[in-house]
């Protein structure tokens, strides 16, 4: 006769259940205010020690604001505008100019029709407020509607325009993002538990720590204290919802395992959180120091990814530990309907899996030799990925309304005349600095800012303190790689007449960008593979195994970029990448990618305490295999979701962090590591114990089930 249940033993998770539910309902609201608090100007994230930045601070002692210059320009469809068109422009940059006063979009009076000296086009410049956030594509819309007229082709470019462009690949964030993550991790639960309740309890585990977590990060991003972008909000939203359901899945497979020897729930669960919560937590653990690491990052979207990042792993690991064991206990066996598991039933953990372990443990050497072999074939590639920046022009997929109009403006003008390049510099000495700006290549007019009108234009130089501004137009696109270049001749030009000279403008800041993202690769690289390896031998009480592991997902990491510089260049014919894609890349596949090895050593430790290391980690394999892989197929796919956003640099995110976990879940963890540690032996444990052998262990603690 079944023991009867206490009534007080349904209370805990009852009462478990009911606080989540009661805080995420509130919390949601919060959480969808997070867009509203983002930082989305790239200049706002540089250090100040940064040459743009300084001139930035310094143009504001000549009185003008900071501005995203809009371009409105027309081309004539056959031949030279002719007074009538000129006329209709002029009527519709009046208009043009009404419509963004009304919005309170613009800093300034914006420029005449100016027409090209091959009088086919003409173009007007208005100078918009950088701080007008989701305002901005509405009013680059409705300017878009009001510039077109027969005869003409009208386009709305410039900085402004791009950037519309650029945030408005943003705008799915809240929505089609979540949607499609949610979507893909639905799917894969339903194929891997063959039950239409399970998946939702594991999703609405994921939810909740989703919810959460993005209203924390509001309220600190709200106060301050960190820096949200779009960006780095998109990223955190995924991490969250494939951390929480990977740790999910591994309290699951516990449990049901549990559910098989254990005749009470309660009991089962018990165990299941008992053997479960090192190595959840060791592994938030480790992503939650790793992805800090970014706060050493001189990038301010970069040390805002961190704690964003760092404060969803905190969520899913709680989520994961106290939501879904509530639920579950809560549901019982039913959970699993209709496949339940019976008490007293045996468990297979899949002879596939017992397959591979017999095949690494029959040849490891052979094994070891061929996986690190394919390695480092990928791996050669990596050298040739190509991190030295995406246009923001071309920061979007299939091409934007200002891309195009930016080619149009190219066929007429130079193509950096509403955004020049700054030069600050000492009164003294400033016609020789100008003069020698005019003779570097790549710039197109030198004039010294006058303060009346807009830049270009004759006259005396402002003089501010003892400093003149002089203005230098760009032949090139603003944000191409040659315009960088070219400030960067520039800088050494006017550093070699006059030391305190500056240079600064839109294009110096992209170029900015570049040199401190590559930094923070130098320093954070290093820092996340020292602090990991601290945590692996806090975790394993044992060195060797460390310095194992983190080489092995050092080396995974190498053969994922090198795929990635194959892919990028040669199928998706992208104009490039980043150094950010590249750090963030790094951090969360080291952190990531660390995860799965915790989860097969742990039980490989567990199994070396009665068997030995050569059969303790053959054992580890076959029993973690499968819940491992599917949660290695769940994180590949929910960063997978990245690339419904039509925005270059997270399709290049979610292709480098998805196929690199892919990568290591199948290759890395499944051949490698085991096939490195059953050579390598009991030594894999030098200085502890079990570098000895095994260690007995009492009887009762023999019964050990699935991870």
């Not at 991190?387 to 403006?409: D, T």
């Not at 005396?460 to 315009?483: C, H, N, Q």
């Not at 590591?673 to 260690?695: N, T």
Request: glycine residues 10%; charged residues 15%; aromatic residues 6%.
């Amino acid at each position: 006769m079944p023991r009867r249940t206490s009534p007080l033993r349904w209370v805990l998770p009852a009462v478990i259940a009911l606080l989540w539910l009661g805080f995420a309902g509130p919390l949601g609201s919060f959480s969808g205010k997070l867009s509203t608090v983002q930082e989305n100007d790239s200049t706002a994230f540089l250090p100040d020690s940064a040459e743009s930045t300084r001139v930035t601070e310094l143009q504001r002692e000549f009185a003008t604001e900071r501005s995203l210059p809009v371009i409105l320009l027309w081309e004539s469809e056959d031949g030279p505008l002719d007074e009538a068109q000129l006329g209709e422009i002029a009527q519709r940059a009046d208009e043009a100019t009404r419509t963004a006063e009304d919005a309170d979009a613009l800093t300034g009076p914006g420029s005449p029709p100016v027409p090209s000296e091959d009088g086919a086009a003409a173009q007007v410049v208005l100078p918009f407020s950088p701080d007008l956030g989701d305002e901005l594509g509405v009013v680059v819309g409705e300017l878009r509607d009001l510039a077109a007229f027969d005869g003409t082709t009208a386009h709305v470019t410039g900085p402004g325009a791009t950037f519309s462009d650029f945030a408005e690949g943003f705008s799915g964030i809240d929505g089609l993002l979540l949607l499609a993550a949610f979507g893909v991790v639905l799917v894969i639960l339903l194929v891997v538990y063959r039950s239409p309740i399970l998946p939702f309890l594991v999703i609405g585990t994921a939810g909740m720590a989703l919810v959460v977590s993005l209203a924390v990060a509001y309220f600190l991003a709200r106060e301050g204290w960190i820096a949200v972008n779009g960006q780095s909000q998109g990223i955190a939203s995924i991490l969250v919802v494939g951390a929480a359901t990977d740790y999910g899945l591994l309290l699951v497979a516990r449990y049901r395992e549990e559910l098989r020897q254990e005749e009470s729930r309660f009991t089962a669960m018990r165990i299941a959180l008992k053997q479960s919560w090192e190595p959840i937590v060791a592994s938030g653990a480790t992503v939650v120091l790793g992805v800090l690491c970014l706060l050493f990052s001189d990038l301010g979207s970069n040390r805002g990814l961190g704690p964003i990042s760092a404060v969803c792993i905190a969520f899913a690991m709680l989520a994961a530990l106290t939501f879904l064991p509530a639920v579950l206990v809560l549901f019982g066996r039913a959970a699993f309907w209709p496949f339940r598991p019976k008490y007293g039933s045996e468990h297979a953990h899949g002879r596939g899996w017992e397959r591979v372990a017999t095949s690494v443990g029959r040849r490891p050497g052979r094994v070891l030799l061929g996986s690190l072999g394919v390695l480092v074939v990928m791996a050669a590639f990596a050298p040739t990925f190509d991190a030295e920046g995406i246009p923001l022009s071309e920061a979007v997929r299939g091409g934007s309304p200002s891309a195009v109009g930016q080619e149009a403006l190219e066929r007429h003008y130079d193509a950096g005349s509403a955004t020049p390049a700054v030069i600050i510099t000492p009164a003294a000495g400033w016609e020789a600095v100008a003069e020698a700006v005019g003779r570097v290549d790549g710039v197109g007019q030198v004039a010294p800012f006058t303060g009346d009108g807009p830049p270009g234009q004759a006259g005396a130089p402002v003089e501010v303190d003892g400093l003149v501004r002089i203005d230098a137009t760009l032949t090139d696109t603003p944000d191409s790689p040659a315009a960088q270049d070219t400030v960067a001749a520039l800088r050494a030009t006017v550093s070699d007449v006059d030391p305190e000279a500056l240079v600064g403008g839109s294009t110096a800041s992209d170029l900015d960008t570049q040199d401190t993202a590559a930094r923070d690769l130098a320093v954070i690289v290093p820092l996340v593979l020292l602090v990991i390896t601290v945590v692996l031998a806090l975790l394993l009480r044992a060195l060797v195994a460390p310095v194992l592991l983190v080489a092995t997902v050092a080396v995974s990491v190498l053969s994922t970029v090198g795929v990635s510089a194959l892919v990028f260049e040669h199928l998706f014919r992208f104009p490039g990448s980043d150094p950010q894609v590249l750090l963030i890349g790094f951090v969360f596949l080291v952190a990531l990618g660390i995860d799965y090895n915790i989860f097969l050593m742990t039980r490989a430790r567990e199994e070396s305490l009665r068997h030995g290391t050569r059969d303790g980690v053959l054992r580890a394999l076959a029993v973690t295999g499968g819940v491992i892989t599917s949660a290695g197929l769940v994180l590949a796919a929910t960063f997978g979701a990245l690339t419904v956003l039509p925005l270059v640099i997270l399709t290049q995110l979610g292709f480098l962090v998805g196929f690199g976990v892919l990568l290591d879940t199948f290759l890395v963890r499944s051949l490698l590591v085991p096939a490195a540690v059953h050579l390598a032996g009991d030594r894999v444990w030098w200085p502890s114990r079990l570098a000895k052998g095994p260690v007995e262990q009492p009887r009762e603690a023999e019964r050990v089930g699935a991870t």
